[in-house]
């Protein structure tokens, strides 16, 4: 059971917007750390989507973007592509555990 | 470019030690944190540990017990030793640059660039 919750799955047809939750307690989020995403493509290693919360990483298109507020945080992707499908992490830090966490993963869809 | 490349056995016997090194190319391994990172088939990504480039590290509470981390700034490496294995440590490791601050008191870190990662896998 992972320290940050994601859903298992989301999907949407192209075009469309699709948002991906990552939900924390007290010792991690809801303290003030700021999460991060990152995009896993089949078969690859992970690439840094979002950092700090919000902010992309040069490169990462528009389309996606993050947010933060309380004990969760939000992925948003808007004009859902085929190149999308992918599974999507979020990351942040623990301070009960003294470490990195990371979420269990959301396997996005393109229909 | 920073890059970064695992590289070490494919296969570790039960309650052996588990031995990596990553690569680090295109950029020096001095100023920064870099990470150990794990995932199991089918499983979510673990956090293993980091170490600075001078040598001070921070490991995984759960690893803790079997884990080292060691770099080598002459050869642009750092290099993860896990001993005690069992088949729970199979998986695809990754090394990652980290980069970490301080946000009003609070530590943040996330890891960029990755490493293509390398699977290895604890059988007899």
């Known amino acids: 059971q992972s320290v940050l919750t994601q859903p298992p799955s989301v999907s949407g047809a192209p075009g469309q917007r699709v948002t991906i939750s990552c939900t924390g307690s007290s010792s991690n989020i809801g303290a003030g750390y700021d999460v991060h995403w990152y995009q896993q493509l089949p078969g690859t290693a992970p690439k840094l989507l979002i950092f700090?919360?919000?902010n992309r990483p040069s490169g990462v298109p528009d389309r996606f973007s993050g947010s933060k507020s309380a004990t969760s945080a939000s992925l948003a992707i808007t004009g859902l592509q085929a190149e999308d499908e992918a599974d999507y992490y979020c990351?942040?830090?623990?301070?009960?555990?003294?470490?990195?966490?990371f979420g269990g993963g959301t396997k996005l869809t393109v229909l | 470019q920073v890059q970064l490349q695992e590289s070490g056995p494919g296969l570790v016997k039960p309650s052996e030690t588990l031995s990596l090194t990553c690569t680090v190319s295109g950029g020096s391994i001095i100023s920064y944190y870099w990470s150990w990172i794990r995932q199991s088939p089918g499983e979510e990504l673990e956090y293993i540990g980091n170490?600075?480039?001078?040598?001070?590290?921070d490991y995984n509470p759960s690893l803790k017990s079997r884990v080292t981390i060691s770099v080598d700034t002459s050869k642009n490496q750092f290099s993860l030793n896990l001993s005690s294995v069992t088949a729970a440590d199979t998986a695809v490791y990754y090394c990652?640059?980290?980069?970490?601050?301080?946000?009003?008191?609070?530590?943040?870190?996330?890891?960029?660039?990755w490493g293509q990662g390398t699977l290895v896998t604890v059988s007899s």
């Open positions: 170490i600075y480039y001078s040598g001070s590290t």
């Open positions: 990652a640059r980290v980069y970490t601050y301080d946000n009003g008191g609070y530590y943040n870190n996330w890891f960029d660039p």
């Open positions: 990351q942040s830090y623990d301070s009960s555990l003294s470490g990195s966490v």
């Open positions: 700090g919360n919000r």
